[in-house]
């Protein structure tokens, strides 16, 4: 699933580290697939050093650039995929496989279908395996430095530097599930999480009501509402409309709700253009 606002190269890096975190637990060796539809694809392979991944940068790279091209292509469709060494597995590896761009995990006979190595395939039908929206931080991410420069560069921490187990991590993966990117913003007010519909038009959301107003990070458990605003010049001029004002404690209907109205708003917004 492509995501409005956020360039393929950067969604790209997010999900190489997803999927890497998902699966890594201290594995010997790792390989990360992407295969196309017509059976071309490309893979990196690392062994691991100093409790660290350790991927040639080049490959990386290169995984990165095929997942990317795969979601600024209107028609791509690949598997990406991860395989470590597995002793419980017959063949001595498991692998895991997502579709893309829909990010929809395969199940294990989607899988054979798609991949040809000698691996017990840990499928959908097993659950828990959804990296839409996953949270990525590369702090925590045992890949070696030079890796993790490389996925900076896309400019992937503008976009996935929310802390887990709070409001803006909920929103922000909500926001990507339904298709939308969302990055931080702050100042001395407070934070917000801002969403870029190009030509300086933006739509800034944070907490509404009582000791969180006009902030995200903060427990799941202290949600008050949420406030949505349309800012056409970007909040330059300091015009802007409210688009959505809650003050409920529901988080999860909240969210839905608040998702709701900016895919609302962003329609009535592309319709005018």
Not at 129 to 158: E, N, S, W
Not at 184 to 189: F, H, I, Q, R, T
Not at 249 to 265: G, H, Q
Request: aromatic share 8%; charged share 25%.
């Amino acid at each position: 699933m492509r995501l409005i606002g956020m360039p393929a190269s950067t969604q790209a890096a997010g999900l190489f580290v997803a999927a890497f975190n998902h699966v890594f637990e201290d594995d010997p060796t790792m390989t990360v697939r992407v295969r196309r539809a017509d059976g071309t694809g490309v893979e990196v392979a690392g062994e691991l050093d100093d409790y660290e991944m350790r991927f040639s940068p080049a490959a990386v790279s290169a995984v990165v650039g095929e997942i990317a091209g795969v979601l600024d292509d209107p028609a791509g469709r690949a598997v990406l995929s991860v395989t470590v060494p597995d002793d419980r597995s017959p063949n001595g590896s498991g692998t895991w496989a997502w579709n893309l761009p829909d990010l929809s995990t395969l199940t294990s006979e989607g899988a054979r279908m798609w991949l040809d190595e000698p691996a017990s395939y840990l499928g959908a039908e097993h659950g828990g395996h959804d990296i839409q929206g996953a949270f990525c931080d590369l702090d925590a991410t045992a890949l070696t430095d030079d890796v993790k420069g490389l996925l900076l560069a896309t400019d992937m921490a503008r976009y996935g530097d929310h802390r887990p187990g709070t409001a803006a991590s909920y929103l922000y993966r909500e926001l990507r599930i339904a298709g939308f990117a969302a990055r931080g913003e702050g100042d001395s007010s407070g934070g917000w999480l801002a969403m870029d519909l190009g030509d300086d038009v933006e739509i800034w959301i944070n907490g509404a009501e009582g000791p969180r107003e006009n902030e995200i990070s903060y427990p799941v458990g202290e949600h008050r509402g949420w406030l949505a605003c349309f800012y056409p010049d970007g909040g330059y001029s300091g015009e802007f409309e409210e688009i959505y004002r809650s003050q409920s404690n529901d988080l999860r209907a909240d969210t839905r709700a608040v998702v709701a109205a900016v895919a609302a708003r962003i329609a009535e917004h592309r319709a005018a253009r």
